[in-house]
Nanobody
Framework: QVQLVESGGGLVQAGGSLRLSCAVS????????MGWFRQAPGKEREFVAT????????DYAAFVKGRFTISRDNVKNTVYLQMNSLSPEDTAVYYC??????????????????WGQGTQVTVSS
């Protein structure tokens, strides 16, 4: 079983930055493709970013390109989401997720087998 624990969420003003972390345990971290999703109140969970096992390939939702960066540290068993130029529309619970299928830009919730509990990000105007 794989356990994922997110941290780093909080309250930030519009234009500010946050870095989310997701610590993974239970299996060999480098075997897993990692992703970040978010869910705003009353909305479906949506894809944000994904990164390949070695970190050499990434993909982003159109609405975050140029503002967010996904990265991973296979020694620390952690995946990160650096978020810059935040706006109130980015307010949501952010989830990290993992799967061990072949790499592709997996953007659907059901592509991922394992999920964290989420961390709240609130951006004030």
């Amino acid at each position: 079983q794989v356990q994922l624990v997110e941290s780093g969420g909080g309250l930030v003003q519009a234009g500010g930055s946050l870095r989310l972390s997701c610590a993974v345990s239970g299996r060999t971290f480098s075997n897993y493709v990692m992703g970040w999703f978010r869910q705003a109140p009353g909305k479906e969970r949506e894809f944000v970013a994904t990164i390949s096992r070695g970190g050499g390939s990434t993909d982003y939702a159109a609405f975050v390109k140029g503002r967010f960066t996904i990265s991973r540290d296979n020694v620390k068993n952690t995946v990160y989401l650096q978020m810059n130029s935040l706006s109130p529309e980015d307010t949501a619970v952010y989830y990290c997720a993992a799967h061990n299928k072949l790499w592709s830009p997996a953007t659907r919730v059901y592509d991922y087998e394992y999920w964290g509990q989420g961390t709240q990000v609130t951006v004030s105007s």
